[in-house]
């Protein structure tokens, strides 16, 4: 095991190549307290990252009781022993000075230290007054990607069935309910159909939208270690900015915002136009393939373009790559996700797939990624607003079916509409209709868009606010009750990471003071509510993480997502294992679709589909007539212009993302000395051109403003597309004395003070890469005032 001072400055660590077709070599990444050795360890407990949606598996050291370091397992297929930044240093969040440890409740306007009977009957007295006086439809739950499945299914089981609420959603909604809806479009059901392995076989990499090199460090390595080898992939890159993968690129696609749906009609028109098309694929496995060939034959390189304001030339090139790929694997994420045609977009990618047959064998695949450890999850348990098991809440005998796993009637399962998404939970809260709002693990007075109207809903005295977290987050600070959560490392159970592959994370070290895992506070309530099945029995009946897997394996039996294979003491085998695992595939599997679609029948799918401009669901029996025998959906979009374009008074696209350095609001990145060091405070990014054309220099303070709010940052000059500007979304204000919102002055520090509250008419993902901007200087680098907003000099050097 080692690690080295430079995985700061090169998170991607020394160089393994290995040749295209052979496996991928191991390489033993950890880190130890300063002036430890592994000697000094006293026990290695197993685990895999919860920074990131990678899913790298790792040992946590211990000693004295406390996690003291970690390193990689290099046995396990994720990541065979690497692990990045985050992995590396993020641990030490769990012993910060500032861990809740003990319940809070709102008292004369204060937040005060309680036990727990009294916060969790203040949480039990609203619930049943709320459900006596005004029904379940007034209590939601809006949970994270970044719990573990037992506690994600408890938690369904207990909104759904015990409550009754059509009200839960997870934070995953911000950054993969288009990589679910995505794959329900196109193949009937949630699930990747590709694996990490097929980038040891691939010739060609596409990466759309997918700043894989900060995102996901460790699979990024792996693409690394493919360039370096025997036979590399070529690689195309489809990104605004010039990150880490676009430098590799050969092909570099920089499109304006919002343009995603013309540049992919372009490559499909081309790849069309040109014959390279699987013709017996289509014949066989897909329907549709008709309208997508008239949707996009207006749709050529040179009118993309106009549009894209890419040359034509490019787009030609990439589609010349692509179409001629014998092995091509896709990846998809935010710069795709997070914009107004979002589903639209990301089927598009489906569909240069499916024309030219690239499923199903080794370097073929498409990979709709995920954004955070567990947010596959939140997705096949249900707490991401649809029903467990990747049912599909239309279809009544799957409802029927999944009453009968929980021994509850039919109508106890609310399923008369789509389920309510978060965008939506948050409107009916600011209605007033909602009036019990339980937050786990995810800070939205910082992660959600506009927020100063975030703040102001959440603010409402009519709102009853249960926050459940490991630290006073900038959410936490406006609950009335606050509950003291464990994390990884304090507690058992699975995660899946984004291409099907559970792991086992065990406890390790007792959490601090009373905090407590979110399964126990979970099953503590469901005993407090007193839930009962239709038989009079206990509606939850396990009582902990290992008889809460054995309830998701029954629920999860003959589905897609079927988990009857696996179990605790098979993980702890030495690697995870990919889903679906049973008796038909007792090692797991590596891909889907080997030999056609399977679970796309109309009988078995998770979803019928919907209209890809309104949203709205499409019915049974115009599914059963569209797709009678269960085959793949190519769905043809039409190119529409952003909701908001830039204008005299906003000339710039606002984009916001993510740096190496930091997951979501760094509530735990934040407070590892490294990881912080490295990236203490916001920034915006312009280009060259843009900043010359102001008079701006790298360092300057500026101010960023929409329609919607400001915030103000140092500024970098780097080799985004002209006519853009960029913010990194970490950053709050719960290490500023301001606490939980901007100080007085009004701009902030956030970048969703500026952002739109608006979203993908399908996913119902919000639109993070969309908006009018303008920058502003405030004050020069050299005459700025050192203050919470400006970003060090040391961080402006960090891409």
């Given at each position: ?196 392995d097929d980038i040891d076989h691939a010739d060609v990499l596409a990466l759309f939208g997918h700043n894989m090199a900060e995102t996901q460090t460790v699979l990024w390595m792996r693409v690394l270690d493919r360039l370096a080898g025997g036979h590399p992939p070529r690689l195309v890159c489809v990104d605004p900015r010039f990150t880490p993968v676009a430098r590799r690129a050969e092909v570099h696609l920089a499109p304006r915002a919002g ?541």
């Amino acid at each position: 095991m080692g690690t080295h001072p430079d995985r700061i400055e090169n998170p991607w660590g020394t160089r393994t190549p290995y040749d295209s077709g052979t496996p991928w070599p191991a390489r033993a990444d950890g880190h130890l307290e300063a002036g430890l050795t592994e000697a000094d360890v006293e026990s290695w407990v197993q685990s895999a990252s919860l920074l990131h949606s990678n899913g790298d598996a790792m040992d946590i050291a211990v000693r004295g009781g406390r996690i003291v370091g970690v390193r990689g397992r290099t046995s396990d297929r994720v990541n065979r022993g690497r692990l990045g930044p985050k992995d590396l240093y993020g641990w030490q969040a769990n012993g910060s000075p500032d861990r809740l440890t003990r319940p809070l409740v709102r008292d004369g306007g204060r937040l005060v230290e309680c036990d727990w009977d009294t916060a969790m009957d203040r949480i039990v007295t609203r619930s049943t007054d709320l459900l006596d006086r005004r029904g379940p439809g007034a209590i939601g739950f809006y949970t994270t990607g970044q719990l573990f499945l037992e506690e994600y299914y408890t938690l369904a089981v207990l909104a759904r069935a015990g409550i009754g609420t059509h009200h839960l959603d997870g934070n995953t909604r911000l950054c993969t309910a288009t990589a679910a809806e995505a794959l329900k479009e196109t193949f009937g059901c949630d699930g990747q159909p590709g694996t990490y392995d097929d980038i040891d076989h691939a010739d060609v990499l596409a990466l759309f939208g997918h700043n894989m090199a900060e995102t996901q460090t460790v699979l990024w390595m792996r693409v690394l270690d493919r360039l370096a080898g025997g036979h590399p992939p070529r690689l195309v890159c489809v990104d605004p900015r010039f990150t880490p993968v676009a430098r590799r690129a050969e092909v570099h696609l920089a499109p304006r915002a919002g343009t995603n749906v013309a540049l992919l009609n372009a490559l499909l028109h081309e790849v069309i136009r040109t014959g390279r098309i699987d013709r017996d694929y289509i014949e066989a496995h897909t329907v549709g393939f008709d309208e997508l060939a008239a949707r996009v034959e207006a749709c050529t390189p040179r009118w993309a373009a106009r549009i894209c304001d890419v040359p034509a030339a490019q787009i030609e090139r990439a589609a010349e790559i692509l179409g001629g790929a014998e092995r091509l694997t896709s990846t998809v994420l935010q710069g795709v996700y997070q914009s107004h045609q979002a589903t639209a977009a990301a089927l598009q990618v489906n569909n240069l797939h499916l024309i030219r047959g690239m499923l199903g064998r080794p370097g073929r695949g498409v990979l709709q990624m995920n954004g955070q450890p567990s947010a596959q999850n939140t997705r096949e348990c249900g707490a991401d607003g649809d029903l467990p098991g990747f049912r599909n809440w239309q279809n009544d005998q799957h409802v029927a079916d999944l009453a009968e796993v929980w021994n509850v009637t039919l109508r106890t399962i609310p399923h008369y509409a789509p389920p309510t998404h978060a965008m939506q939970m948050l409107r009916y809260a600011e209605q007033g209709s909602i009036r019990m709002l339980w937050i786990t693990g995810t800070n939205p007075a910082v992660s959600l868009p506009e927020l100063s109207r975030i703040r102001s809903v959440l603010a409402q005295e009519r709102l009853f606010v249960v926050v459940q977290d490991l630290f006073r987050t900038e959410t936490a600070q406006l609950a009335d009750v606050v509950l003291p959560a464990a994390t990884w490392g304090e507690k058992t159970g699975t995660l899946t990471n984004a291409d099907r592959t559970v792991h086992l994370s065990e406890k390790a070290v007792e959490p601090p003071g009373e905090a407590r895992a979110d399964l126990d506070i979970f099953l503590d309530y469901a005993a407090r509510m007193d839930f009962r099945d239709k038989d009079g029995g206990p509606l939850i009946d396990w009582h902990d993480p290992q008889t809460a897997f054995a309830a998701w394996q029954r629920c999860s039996a003959g589905r897609p997502c079927d988990y009857t294979g696996l179990s605790y003491d098979r993980l702890r085998s030495g690697s995870g294992i990919q889903w679906p695992c049973n008796e038909e595939a007792p090692e797991g599997t590596a891909r889907l679709y080997t030999d056609g679609i399977t679970f796309a029948d109309p009988d078995m799918c998770e979803s019928y589909g919907k209209d890809l401009v309104t949203g709205a669901s499409v019915e049974a029996v115009e599914y059963r007539s569209l797709n009678p025998d269960g085959k793949a959906v190519i769905k043809a979009a039409e190119y529409l212009p952003p909701h908001e374009d830039t204008s005299p008074d906003f000339p710039l696209q606002l984009i916001t993302g993510r740096t190496v350095y930091h997951f979501h609001t760094r509530t735990k990145t934040g407070r590892a000395p490294e990881l912080n060091a490295a990236a203490p405070d916001v920034w915006a990014e312009i280009s060259p051109a843009e900043a010359a054309a102001q008079g701006l220099s790298d360092g300057d303070l500026v101010q960023v403003s929409t329609p919607r709010g400001a915030v103000r940052a140092r500024l970098r000059t780097t080799a985004v597309r002209d006519g853009m500007v960029f913010l990194p979304f970490h950053y709050g204000y719960w290490d500023t004395p301001a606490g939980h919102r901007p100080p007085d002055d009004g701009a902030g520090r956030a970048a969703n003070e500026s952002t739109v509250t608006d979203w993908d008419p399908v996913s119902k993902q919000p639109l993070f890469k969309a908006g009018a901007a303008r920058v502003t200087l405030v004050a020069r680098r050299d005459a700025a005032p050192r203050c919470e907003h400006a970003g060090s000099e040391r961080a402006g050097s960090r891409t």
